[in-house]
């Protein structure tokens, strides 16, 4: 059984950061490309960032400069750094395989960034 369980989530300042966690489980994580999707009210649900299983990272342009993607093989786990945070990046944070499988979709970790 897949498990995806996001963490990490918080009310900051605009300007602040924080670290989200995404622990897996049922899945062989080492060659899996991993994501961060968010998704506000009302919106559909966007691309963040992704990290290959190799390393490389990829990233929106919204989010370009000021998040960064990392992954710990020997935890299952990938982080994302969001520093620099703005009132715009505030949405409810998924993870999941790149591209997405929607059987992975767990609860999310919300983000609220006040201004």
């Known amino acids: 059984q897949v498990q995806l369980v996001e963490s990490g989530g918080g009310l900051v300042q605009a300007g602040g950061s924080l670290r989200l966690s995404c622990a897996t489980s049922?899945?062989?994580?080492?060659?899996?490309?991993m994501g961060w999707y968010r998704q506000a009210p009302g919106k559909q649900r966007d691309f963040v960032a992704t990290i290959t299983s190799a390393g490389r990272t990829f990233y929106a342009d919204s989010v370009k400069g000021r998040f960064t993607i990392s992954r710990d093989n020997a935890k299952n786990t990938v982080y994302l750094q969001m520093n620099s945070l703005k009132p715009e990046d505030a949405a409810r944070y998924y993870c999941?395989?790149?591209?997405?499988?929607?059987?992975?979709w767990g609860q999310g970790t919300q983000v609220t960034v006040s201004s």
């Open positions: 049922g899945i062989i994580f080492r060659i899996k490309p």
């Open positions: 999941n395989t790149n591209p997405p499988e929607y059987s992975y």
